[in-house]
């Protein structure tokens, strides 16, 4: 299995500011996918993290409300811009190890007031 | 496309009884399943995942699914429940052929509690 690590693991935000989670993988790997869980719902894809190209974002979310950094193997970043309490979610990265088994860190659990 | 479908958004087990966690899935190139599950308050943890071969697959827990292509179903047993296994439960699906990396496609989760 991997070790993912998140930070930060919890946070109370104002709304209008922006935060970025950072996620650490202990092996490197070609993408990185970032989730996002609302209160009482499923996980959603919000992009995948290419190192050294362009995320790719999924339907309804857009690159200037969640920039995404991949600055190499094994770390990405995801911001949340301009938070409104609508973004109170878990917000997740995972990683596809070998043998195609993808895996997910802690989270971290976003509160906008 | 692919899609999850988990049957049941509430079940309710008593303590030593059959655990039966219901998920169909539609995908028009063979799927790889996972299931994982959330206990309160944390992240999600893999309990196990069909690829290839066996389709009975035994994860951790004393949980095991059994992959039936015919039915389109994979779901999540466990012959006897226990309090620890009250959590959420979510299976997946993706795929990773094409290039694809396996971007995951969740079913809106199963709530499992336990009853003394």
């Known amino acids: 299995s991997a070790v993912i690590s998140q930070k930060p693991s919890r946070d109370i935000c104002q709304r209008g500011t922006s935060l970025t989670i950072q996620c650490q993988v202990d092996?490197?790997?070609?993408?990185m996918f970032w989730y996002r869980q609302q209160p009482g719902q499923s996980l959603t894809l919000i992009a995948t993290a290419n190192q050294g190209s362009e995320a790719t974002y999924e339907s309804g979310f857009v690159i200037d409300k969640f920039p995404i950094s991949r600055p190499n193997l094994t770390f990405s970043t995801l911001t949340v811009s301009n938070m409104s309490p609508e973004d109170s979610s878990i917000y997740l990265c995972?990683?596809?190890?070998?043998?195609?088994?993808?895996?997910f860190g802690e989270g971290s659990w976003l509160t906008v007031v | 496309a692919q899609s999850v479908t988990q049957l049941g958004s509430h079940v309710s087990v008593s303590e030593g009884a059959l655990v039966l966690l219901r998920c169909n899935y539609s995908s028009s190139v063979p799927p790889y399943l996972f299931w994982y599950v959330q206990y309160p308050n944390q992240g999600l943890q893999l309990l196990l995942k069909?690829?290839?071969?066996?389709?009975l697959v035994k994860g951790i827990n004393g949980f095991e699914a059994e992959f039936k292509k015919s039915e389109t179903s994979f779901h999540l047993t466990k012959p006897s429940a226990h309090m620890s296994d009250a959590a959420e439960y979510f299976c997946a699906v993706s795929n990773f052929y094409g290039g694809s990396q396996g971007n995951l496609i969740f079913g809106k989760g199963t709530k499992l509690s336990v009853k003394p």
């Open positions: 069909y690829t290839t071969g066996a389709t």
């Open positions: 092996s490197q790997v070609t993408m």
């Open positions: 995972s990683v596809n190890l070998s043998g195609n088994t993808i895996y």
